[in-house]
């Protein structure tokens, strides 16, 4: 490992002294694709998404808060509030490590983000990417983070995008600028 840590650093300073001294990089003279412009339907979605998530914050704000038990699967329970204590608040209780894990929870037998409120008292699953329904939760949320990254680097159009057994993909629509590039 430290090795290879050795490696990296001496490509970096010879990259370094190589652009000092007039040289051209290894590696050719690729440039990165150039950006798109940032699609109008981005702006769009985000103002959606942020009126969207206003109106769930004051309506969690006007929620009673009130004294709940957690049960977790090996029957211990942990007490917290309702509308404040999170799935990932239990899990820093336990422990940090747990908390860095976790991918989703269960609540009541039923998937819930880490971050969102427990609405009252409830049984809770911790997953972590271990667990196979976390992992396609996790593969979910990757897919849709390839595709945002595919409609801001490339001005893709997305088609499907699931996450499968192994991992997951999306299918895109690719603007002709680049089809030819990337053909090439």
């Known amino acids: 490992m430290a090795a290879l840590a050795e490696q990296a650093a ?8 190589a652009v000092k001294a007039g040289k051209p990089k290894k590696g050719g003279d690729a440039a990165p694709a150039p950006q798109m412009e940032r699609p109008e339907f981005i702006e769009h979605r985000n103002r959606i998404f942020d009126e969207l998530f206003e109106k769930q914050q004051q309506e969690i704000a006007q929620k009673p808060r009130e004294p709940i038990t957690v049960t ?3 029957g211990s329970t942990r007490e917290g509030t309702s509308w404040e204590t999170t799935p990932m608040d239990i899990a820093n209780g336990i ?9 989703i929870a269960k609540v009541n037998n039923v998937l819930w ?6 609405e009252g008292s ?10 196979e329904e976390a992992k396609m939760v996790y593969w979910h949320s990757s897919a849709h983070v390839l595709g945002e990254a595919c409609e801001l680097h490339f001005g893709c159009h997305l088609c499907n ?8 993909y999306y299918d895109v629509a690719v603007p ?8 090439q």
Do not use: M, Y
């Open 161 to 168: 995008g699931p996450p499968i057994e192994n991992g997951f």
């Open 122 to 131: 409830a049984t809770l699953e911790l997953l972590d990417f271990e667990n």
């Open 113 to 118: 983000d880490t971050l969102r409120p427990l």
């Open 10 to 17: 001496n490509l970096s300073l010879n990259d370094k002294a």
């Open 176 to 183: 002709e600028q680049f089809g030819r590039g990337i053909a």
């Open 72 to 74: 977790l699967p090996d």
């Open 95 to 103: 422990s940090k490590s747990l908390a860095k894990r976790l991918v």
